[in-house]
T-cell receptor, first 114, second 112 residues
């Protein structure tokens, strides 16, 4: 049974460019969340989507956006990349969006902005 | 400000002994707590969780203790095994759709 899958695994972009990261949740899970993890820190919440609607948003600028598709997969988009956006981007899936439930993470996408 | 704190960046324990990882939180609205383990180049792996209505939860070698009055939780691993060497993250949830709040992690090293 497939877990959470993310693509690509690694990515190098130039400042000012745009990037799209993709995530497929565990089969049967309808909620997808995105996190950013910079070196030496714990993951930081960016977005949560449930049933194709944004249900929660962390403290990130408007350059970050996301969406969820009818098959519950999700994309995270980042515009006008900055050097500080270099991080591991993690996707997590859970069965619902109300909290108090386990979130299962993918292996992440390592984004390097040069 | 860090709402979830793991004050020990690293911890070294002998194989077979008990590993105790600690976590403190400041937000009294948190009502669900989780521990994750992370190996390099992998995503975090869920280990164990506890609701604020409980003070203890066990799963095999892993036990999580919650002290709400002290806003403190701990993860006990008994006995510690070499494969337990990893970074451990404490996370907390307020029950809404605003995601998990993580600590900075503790690097656990199991010595043979």
């Amino acid at each position: 049974d497939a877990g959470v899958t993310q693509s690509p695994t690694h990515l190098i972009k130039t400042r000012g460019q745009h990037v799209t990261l993709r995530c497929s949740p565990i089969s049967g899970h309808k909620s997808v969340s995105w996190y950013q993890q910079v070196l030496g820190q714990g993951p930081q919440f960016i977005f949560q989507y449930y049933e194709k609607e944004e249900r929660g948003r962390g403290n990130f600028p408007d350059r970050f956006s996301a969406r969820q598709f009818p098959n519950y997969s999700s994309e995270l988009n980042v515009n006008a990349l900055l050097l500080g956006d270099s991080a591991l981007y993690l996707c997590a899936s859970s069965s619902w969006a109300g909290g108090n439930t386990e979130a299962f993470f993918g292996q992440g996408t390592r984004l390097t902005v040069v | 400000d860090q709402q979830v704190k793991q004050n020990s960046p690293s911890l070294s324990v002998q194989e077979g002994r008990i590993s105790i990882l600690n976590c403190d939180y400041t937000n009294s609205m948190f009502d669900y707590f989780l521990w994750y383990k992370k190996y390099p180049a992998e995503g975090p792996t869920f280990l164990i969780s506890i609701s604020s209505i409980k003070d203890k939860n066990e799963d095999g070698r892993f036990t999580v203790f919650l002290n709400k009055s002290a806003k403190h939780l701990s993860l006990h691993i008994v006995p510690s095994q070499p494969g337990d060497s990893a970074v451990y993250f404490c996370a907390a949830s307020r029950g809404g759709a605003d995601g998990l709040t993580f600590g900075k992690g503790t690097h656990l090293i199991i010595q043979p």
